[in-house]
């Protein structure tokens, strides 16, 4: 069910201010202050992430018109100037398409930027639907596998640290905590970056949306580590420290399916779990 927008908070100007380390008190801002750029970025950012994080939640679904100009400026209390800043953004981003004397409408999801930072943190902003944590994790499948071969093949003393460092914090959380779920996200991102491809490591984001997704879906599988899938991050690590390409793929494949295994039993758990609805 789309959710409501959220009403624009009161004193958002307060707000932006605090953002950029001003007091917050209702004062006269000086010059010396505030940098006049910085508050304007900030306000059509602010814009941005409001509008951004609704269309993602449905509030504005596909081939719907955003409210008018009028009405928007009225909402967030800013310029004609801010707000089209703030509609600029949105379209880089393919989430919007300005035509004149039609409006604002919201594009096809086929058309949304989906690897952009910014896209990524607004579906989880808006509580990722179990589609999207999936599509991340099917991306995880074709990627990370061949991330830990380049690895295993490439990566310095450095890097091979950092992974290390990673799997030992995975272990020491076990059980479950926010840590655990840093540790894991450092552990596969540190993988990312041991392959000294910036491409690839620029997927990082994805492993955090997905890793994060899960944990906001309440999937057990992101709470704590089972044994048998420690060990599987373990072999990983092993196969990248031996100089392995082959095993690494297969080891960090053979994690990332049965992770999808987890997650899939976890939503079948929790589809059996739901009340039923009579047919209206």
């Known amino acids: 069910m789309p959710r409501r927008p959220r009403p624009a908070p009161q004193g958002h100007l307060r707000a932006l201010a605090e953002s950029a380390g001003l007091p917050s008190s209702p004062r006269r801002v000086a010059p010396s202050d505030l940098d006049g750029a910085r508050l304007a970025r900030n306000v059509h950012e602010f814009i941005a992430d409001q509008l951004g994080t609704e269309i993602i939640a449905g509030v504005h679904p596909p081939g719907a018109l955003l409210p008018g100009e009028g009405e928007l400026r009225a909402r967030f209390g800013v310029s004609r100037t801010a707000l089209r800043e703030g509609f600029r953004v949105l379209t880089a981003k393919g989430l919007i ?9 919201v594009r096809a999801k086929a058309d ?41 093949q490439s990566c310095g003393d450095t890097a091979l640290n950092g992974i290390e460092a990673a799997y030992a914090d995975m272990v020491r959380h076990q059980d479950g905590s926010s840590e655990l779920i840093d540790a894991d996200l450092r ?16 997927l990082g984001g994805l492993i955090h949306a997905a890793l994060i997704g899960s ?34 793929h297969a080891s960090m494949a053979a994690l990332l399916r049965d992770s999808v295994d987890d997650v899939r039993r976890a939503l079948r758990e929790r589809g059996s779990a739901a009340p039923r609805r009579d047919p209206p």
């Open 187 to 202: 552990f596969h991102q540190a993988i990312l970056q041991a392959t000294g491809n910036h491409f690839i490591a620029a």
């Open 215 to 248: 944990f906001r879906l309440g999937w057990e599988s992101a709470m704590f580590m089972h044994d048998d899938r420690l060990l599987q991050h373990r072999l990983v690590l092993d196969a990248i420290r031996g100089r392995n390409p082959k095993q690494a």
């Open 112 to 152: 949304w930027n989906m690897l952009d930072p910014d896209v990524l943190a607004w579906h989880l902003h808006a509580a990722p639907s179990e589609e999207f944590v999936a599509d991340l994790f099917q991306l995880r499948e074709m990627v990370e596998p061949q991330a830990a071969a380049l690895a295993a």
């Open 97 to 105: 398409v300005s035509r004149t004397k039609v409006g604002t409408r």
